[in-house]
């Protein structure tokens, strides 16, 4: 399986302040996902981001609140805009192929005052 | 709608005591169940992948099954060092199918 790293681990921010994630993998795939997992909660998907096109925004997910890069086959970044106490979870990064098993980045632990 | 309930929410176990984690499932067409374990402040790990009813896997004290509604997570002879969230996950078929829905989680502590 890949190896998937994410900065930050982990951060504090500000409310109204926005926080760029990046998520690195050690070998080329085809579709990195962006999950989030709020206190306590399990995960939900927010996106899925194929490199060379724009970025597919689950229910309850927007682009101006979450916009995602996938400039090549090993990177990826989301970005939390606007942040408010709300937006303070754990965002994971994943890889897989179509229809293919999915592993797990480190996550990165968000808390927004 | 894909779904996923999993049972129970939180489980105490002694070192020893063998028991089930249990996942309930509604897909459309189901393309594979996975299991992950997931450890405080850590991405989920993957376990498991399960792809038709009656499939069996294994791996150390750990066995996952399926049936057409439901999967089980065995644990056999526990140890303190499987205490953890373990998630289950559904794929389904088709263009949609790199959606994985999870389930809540089950807290698993195995005490010494």
């Known amino acids: 399986s890949a190896v998937i790293s994410q900065k930050p681990s982990r951060d504090i921010c500000q409310r109204g302040t926005s926080l760029t994630i990046q998520c690195q993998v050690d070998?080329?795939?085809?579709?990195m996902f962006w999950y989030r997992q709020q206190p306590g909660q399990s995960l939900t998907l927010i996106a899925t981001?194929?490199?060379?096109?724009?970025?597919?925004?689950e229910s309850g997910f927007v682009i101006d609140k979450f916009p995602i890069s996938r400039p090549n086959l090993t990177f990826s970044t989301l970005t939390v805009s606007n942040m408010s106490p709300e937006d303070s979870s754990i965002y994971l990064c994943?890889?897989?192929?179509?229809?293919?098993?999915?592993?797990f980045g480190p996550g990165t632990r968000l808390l927004v005052l | 709608e894909d779904q996923v309930t999993q049972s129970p929410e939180a489980l105490r176990l002694q070192e020893g005591e063998s028991s089930s984690l249990n996942c309930s499932y509604t897909v459309s067409g189901l393309r594979g169940l996975f299991w992950y374990r997931q450890d405080p402040g850590k991405g989920p790990e993957f376990l498991f992948t399960l792809y038709s009813a009656g499939e069996e896997k294994e791996k150390e004290r750990l066995k996952a099954t399926l049936t057409k509604k439901e999967s089980f997570l065995h644990i056999t002879a526990p140890k303190p060092e499987d205490s953890a969230t373990y998630l289950c996950?559904?794929?389904?078929?088709?263009?949609?199918?790199?959606?994985?829905?999870f389930g809540g989680g089950t807290r698993l502590m195995v005490k010494p």
């Open positions: 994943s890889v897989g192929g179509f229809q293919e098993t999915q592993y």
């Open positions: 996950a559904v794929q389904a078929i088709g263009n949609a199918g790199n959606m994985l829905t």
């Open positions: 981001a194929n490199q060379g096109s724009e970025a597919t925004y």
């Open positions: 070998s080329q795939v085809t579709m």
